[in-house]
């Protein structure tokens, strides 16, 4: 029913910006927390940002002061912004929402590919 759709992700230079988008599909319901994963080849599954409903955020030692995570509304809609980009952010990344109510516990998107290389 609900599906988080995330867009944005390429291929970028090293130093250069990406801006990725995730929003939540046939929502009725806001999330009290939703963040960004990655995965790069060969490791696991990492968090990158989480943003609440109240605005809080927290990020990865390997990103702050790169990235920002913002929100545009409650029902699920999150953006990472990532600046001076380096090799190692290369990974799929993942958005993810908790929900106050919902079928499940959280949901996560397909997944988009970011690769960082010159």
């Known amino acids: 029913q609900v599906q988080l759709v995330e867009s944005g992700g390429g291929l970028v230079q090293p130093g250069g910006s990406l801006r990725l988008s995730c929003a939540a599909s046939?929502?009725?319901?806001?999330?009290?927390?939703m963040g960004w994963y990655r995965q790069a080849p060969g490791k696991q599954r990492e968090m990158v940002a989480t943003i609440t409903s109240g605005g809080s955020t927290n990020y990865a030692d390997s990103v702050k002061g790169r990235f920002t995570i913002s929100s545009a509304d409650a029902k699920g809609t999150v953006f990472l912004q990532m600046n001076s980009l380096k090799p190692e952010d290369t990974a799929v990344y993942y958005c993810n929402g908790k929900p106050y109510y919902g079928l499940r516990s959280e949901y996560w998107g397909q997944g988009t590919q970011v690769t960082v290389s010159s």
């Open positions: 046939g929502a009725v319901f806001s999330f009290y927390v």
